[in-house]
């Protein structure tokens, strides 16, 4: 609502050509990042060759990117007709659906706290230091409590499996920075835009609505990109700790114990864990693009 | 929607004081007798603290008064609020820029329920009145500043208030703007007929638009003199230059200072 001219013309729009020339240039250098990557990476290879080097940059512990790439056509098991690439992008795709479960229950769940301690000041005294503790228990702690509690909840027909328990350790990561960003956003409208609101005699949910969630847009967008990262982070985790099958983290797990006969096999499964993070990372960045696109574009978190 | 009592705002010994019986007692109101009557222009003016932004709240019951009867458009603040008997312009144009220019005015019309092609129809022609059909589409982030408090006033006009109460919405103007912006106020009362309250810190603002200028002074808030501007009600640049405009000013002035009256410049507005 903001800036005051002092002229009395108005001002100009920002062009989606130039935002598309941005990306451009932004993809550009994220090809060079990669390139820059690959190269320090055979580059301390080769001197690893000449001199000592506080690493160890055998073919065993760093393999030739070649050798990577080449171990992604190999068979995952002798004689299996999927290959290693297939294999990981089916784990990929399946953390991916499990993260984004968590990710979306997460927000939902993070957004309607954020509401009921906006609503009601008693709430935010109570909930947010809940909230703020939640944080502060260990993953790794919480994992096997959550299986083993999980595991005898029967709701209905519906048996609680493993796969559940994933996805809300996901969730559970995933709701707080939400919570917190879409708190800070829904505090966000000025003194005068809320009276503006009650001067039209507005019921609290019409405030909400029309007022306090396009308000909230600007501080949640960089929350959310938080929170689906923190979703990522949580699937893996929480597979590696739940043994859940079937998802990057177990492949991660199953191809490090490989190393000594394929060494290659394992950095393929991290591309994967890699390419869900960057997945995910746009599907965010394709989010702000849409929510913030009738807002002034000064400012890019 | 013209109410039949005559009187778009009656204050009748109104009182607010902050933190009443606790450390830090502030007396922001004593005692203001007031009466506005209908399609009448009244500034209110003072110096920060004299309370005038909290009456223009009490008449609008943003905030309640502690003692004293305020009567709007024949009902009390609180039903005038939920009947939407009066239109709000403030200081800041408080747009919502995720909207539309057209759609920040349908706003108060899409909380009570219009439908979305009377909504539409009402916007566009308010958006005439302001001289601003042209910026519909438009965000609110690209308008300039007076272009935006258009936007703010055309948006109180939506629900065809009787009364528009309009807190400093020219304060944060440059002094050219500020003047086109005066006449286009004073166009829009005629084309209307409005009740107006209207709280400035600028003297010149206040005679030029204003049949009375309400002076407040602070510590506590309270009026101290209505002087009332003579000026008929065709006003144009010409006005601004006239001995009566001359003279109004000075006798708000001389209010202000505390010299109740100003009997002397007032007597001399019409001298000529």
Redesign the interface.
């Known amino acids: 609502?903001?800036?005051?001219?002092?002229?009395?013309?108005?001002?100009?729009?920002s062009g989606l050509g130039r935002r598309l020339r941005n990306g451009g240039i932004s993809l550009l250098w994220a090809l060079a990042g990669i390139g820059i990557a690959v190269l320090m990476w055979e580059l301390a290879k080769w001197l690893g060759t000449i001199m000592s080097m506080p690493f160890n940059t055998s073919d065993m512990t760093m393999p030739h990117v070649w050798t990577m790439i080449a171990a992604m056509g190999e068979p995952e098991v002798r004689g299996s007709d999927t290959t290693v690439l297939e294999a990981v992008i089916s784990a990929t795709l399946r953390s991916l659906l499990l993260a984004g479960g968590g990710f979306i229950i997460g927000a939902g769940v993070g957004l309607l706290l954020a509401v009921i301690m906006q609503r009601f000041l008693f709430m935010e005294r109570g909930l947010l230091p809940f909230v703020i503790a939640s944080q502060t228990v260990p993953l790794i702690a919480l994992a096997p409590l959550i299986v083993g509690i999980g595991n005898r909840i029967t709701i209905g027909p519906i048996e609680w499996n493993t796969t559940y328990s994933v996805m809300f350790i996901a969730a559970y990561l995933a709701f707080f920075p939400v919570s917190v960003g879409a708190l800070r956003g829904l505090h966000a409208p000025?003194a005068?835009?809320l009276?503006?609101m009650?001067?039209?005699?507005?019921t609290p949910g019409?405030t909400l609505r029309?007022?306090r969630f396009?308000s909230s847009?600007p501080y949640l967008v960089p929350a959310l990109k938080v929170s689906a990262a923190a979703a990522v982070v949580g699937t893996v985790v929480a597979e590696i700790s739940t043994g859940v099958r079937g998802g990057i983290g177990r492949l991660l797990i199953e191809y490090a114990r490989q190393i000594t006969s394929q060494p290659a096999k394992v950095y393929v499964a991290v591309f994967g864990a890699l390419a869900m993070g960057l997945i995910v990372a746009a599907l965010v960045a394709a989010l702000d693009v849409y929510l913030t696109r009738?807002?002034?574009k000064e400012n890019s978190a | 929607m013209t109410d039949a009592t005559q009187t778009a705002v009656l204050a009748e010994g109104v009182w607010k004081i902050f933190n009443e019986g606790q450390s830090g007692e502030v007396t922001a109101l004593q005692d203001i007798d007031m009466t506005v009557q209908t399609g009448e222009f009244v500034s209110l003016i003072g110096p920060s603290g004299c309370g005038k932004s909290t009456l223009l709240r009490v008449i609008?019951d943003?905030t309640e008064a502690t003692r004293g009867e305020m009567t709007v458009a024949g009902v009390t603040p609180h039903e005038a609020?939920?009947k939407?008997l009066?239109g709000?312009a403030?200081?800041?144009?408080?747009?919502?820029?995720?909207?539309t220019v057209r759609r920040n005015v349908e706003?108060?019309l899409?909380?009570?329920g219009w439908s979305k092609d009377k909504r539409r129809e009402r916007a566009l022609e308010l958006l005439e009145m302001v001289q601003l059909s042209d910026?519909a589409e438009?965000?609110?982030?690209?308008?300039?500043?007076?272009?935006?408090q258009r936007v703010a006033i055309a948006r109180s006009l939506a629900v065809d208030p009787p009364l528009l109460l309009m807190d400093e919405p020219f304060g944060?103007?440059?002094e050219m703007?500020r003047e086109?912006m005066q006449n286009e106020l004073l166009r829009i009362r005629r084309e209307t007929g409005k009740s107006i309250v209207f709280v400035t810190h600028s003297i010149p603002e206040a005679v030029y638009l204003s049949d009375r200028v309400v002076v407040m002074s602070p510590r506590p808030g309270r009026i101290t003199d209505i002087v009332p501007v003579p000026l008929g009600a065709d006003r144009d640049e010409d006005t601004r230059e006239s001995d009566d405009f001359f003279h109004a000013v000075t006798a708000v002035r001389e209010a202000l200072r505390g010299r109740v009256g100003g009997a002397e410049a007032r007597a001399r507005i019409g001298e000529v």
């Open positions: 609502m903001s800036s005051i001219a002092t002229d009395d013309r108005p001002r100009r729009s000025t005068t835009a009276e503006l009650r001067s039209y005699a507005a019409q029309k007022l396009p847009v009738h807002l002034p | 609008a943003l609020r939920q939407q009066y709000m403030f200081q800041q144009a408080a747009l919502f820029e995720w909207r706003l108060p899409e909380l009570m910026f438009h965000r609110p982030w690209q308008l300039s500043g007076g272009m935006q944060a103007l440059d703007t086109r």
